[in-house]
């Protein structure tokens, strides 16, 4: 999977960050207080010069993410030119990221300007330990140039920390067609463009597709799939429900007994527990056992990436769909539900040019949202199994929906379990689970840090 989603974010990153230099220029950020300013303020800062004097400003990621296009090129030689810098592209090992960016900060000697993270893995943790700035002075987040989710992304503790010049979230489910006409149920992409897919018709979908094909009493055909028991996520965001809050003096509370995420949780154990839809892990250590058994036919529907339909199209030789994920009661819109998947940029403690890192990243990144959206589509279409269902792009584009809760590991990981054990497998009420649960996961937040 690592080397799949190495392949993935460089195409994202080259593809939505690196634009023309006359281009940039034209969608620099607006500042606060511009209509206000004189005559003699505004020309001084028309001619406010800035001179690194030849030193290097670094970005970093887990791939070498150099462009290598001729715009790309030109736009990074003609900042070199007008700041009097060099920037330079530092690639670090996925599996030692964190780590050498920390040891780097603490040293006093940041490995980069601008680190690329997921966002999980920077905030709370890097937020909380001091080792990331808040950005605040040094972007105006209010210019609607920005993603839409920005904010929930990337801000902590009443502060903002990270940033991205797009939201490329892509989401939903796959599902086979073969299965849904046989079943004789609308197919789920038409019930989309309708408005019309919904929980209530992904039920029916997954109803009708769950059968006993060969009479011998046990179902070897199944609605869904789940990759390890990891639905809940999707399910609550997919409802506007909520894991945590994050409380503008960086503490998180409990959610889970909010109306929104118990609606969720419950139809999440009704797919388990009372209409069985679900296809019971084969192996419940094997991520990609889920993956393996729609691309084999076992499974009408499988939620998943972009990058799982790449695979798809390589390993199936029958037609498949792919959606947004239903709306849930709450929603008034389709929502992508993002896990660890977030990412943006981050700012390390110690940086020598912040503000000029900042102005550099503005006049290198694109946020042109036409020219983004079209971008997208053609990443998008890489995983799809026929341009067809390309307006699944314009329903998804920016409706990116994410949580902080995996950025606390022991919360995570204590909730994944007990669900799994008690109401998934145990059939617990999720009035009971909520409430039994509240005390010790509450704490598990109080003392991931």
């Not at 736009?75 to 330079?88: G, H, R």
């Not at 139809?267 to 209409?275: G, H, I, M, P, T």
């Not at 995983?383 to 990116?400: C, M, Q, R, S, V």
Request: glycine share 6%; proline share 5%.
């Amino acid at each position: 999977m690592k080397k799949t989603l190495l392949k993935v974010f460089a195409l994202m990153l080259c593809v939505a960050c690196i634009a023309s230099f006359t281009g940039c220029n034209k969608s620099r950020p607006v500042e606060a207080g511009n209509d206000t300013q004189t005559p003699e303020a505004s020309n001084k800062k028309a001619t406010e010069t800035i001179d690194l004097n030849g030193d290097t400003i670094k970005i970093s990621a887990w791939w070498d993410s150099t462009p290598t296009d001729e715009d790309g090129k030109a736009a990074i030689a003609a900042l070199e030119e007008k700041y009097n810098c060099k920037i330079e592209y530092v690639n670090i090992p996925f599996d030692s990221y964190v780590s050498k960016f920390n040891a780097s900060v603490l040293a006093g000697e940041p490995v980069a300007d601008i680190a690329y993270m997921e966002v999980t893995r920077a905030i709370p943790a890097l937020a909380k330990a001091g080792t990331i700035i808040p950005v605040d002075e040094y972007f105006d987040f209010s210019d609607p140039k920005w993603p839409s989710n920005i904010n929930q992304m990337g801000r902590y503790a009443g502060k903002q920390y990270g940033f991205s010049n797009y939201s490329w979230d892509a989401s939903g489910f796959y599902y086979n067609k073969e299965l849904i006409e046989k079943a004789g149920v609308p197919d789920p992409f038409d019930l989309q463009e309708k408005g019309e897919w919904n929980w209530d018709t992904f039920l029916e979908t997954a109803k009708a597709t769950t059968k006993d094909t060969d009479g011998d009493g046990t179902n070897d055909q199944w609605g869904l799939v789940s990759q390890m028991y990891s639905l809940h996520n999707p399910m609550v965001l997919s409802n506007n429900g909520e894991f945590i809050k994050m409380t503008d003096d960086g503490e998180a509370q409990y959610m889970l007994d909010t109306p929104n995420t118990m609606e969720a949780l419950q139809f999440l154990n009704d797919l388990y527990n009372k209409y069985k839809v679900i296809m019971p892990p084969r192996d419940e250590n094997d991520w990609y056992d889920a993956p393996k058994a729609f691309s084999q036919g076992l499974v009408a529907m499988f939620f998943g990436w972009e990058w799982d339909g790449v695979d798809f199209k390589k390993s199936m030789n029958t037609e498949f769909g792919f959606v947004a994920f239903p709306k849930g009661p709450k929603a008034s819109e389709y929502i992508v539900p993002i896990h660890t998947e977030a990412k943006v940029y981050v700012m390390p403690k110690g940086a020598k040019h912040p503000k000029e890192a900042a102005k550099i990243f503005e006049e290198l990144s694109s946020f042109d949202k036409e020219k983004d959206l079209i971008s997208f589509k053609e990443w998008l279409n890489l995983g799809l199994y026929n341009d067809k269902y390309l307006p699944t792009a314009d329903k998804i584009y920016g409706k990116g929906k994410s949580t902080l809760y995996a950025g606390y590991q022991t919360y995570d990981y204590t909730l994944r379990s007990a669900f799994t054990e008690k109401v998934i497998k145990g059939n617990m009420s999720i009035e009971d689970f909520v409430t039994g649960h509240k005390e010790e996961l509450q704490k598990a937040l109080d003392n991931e840090f």
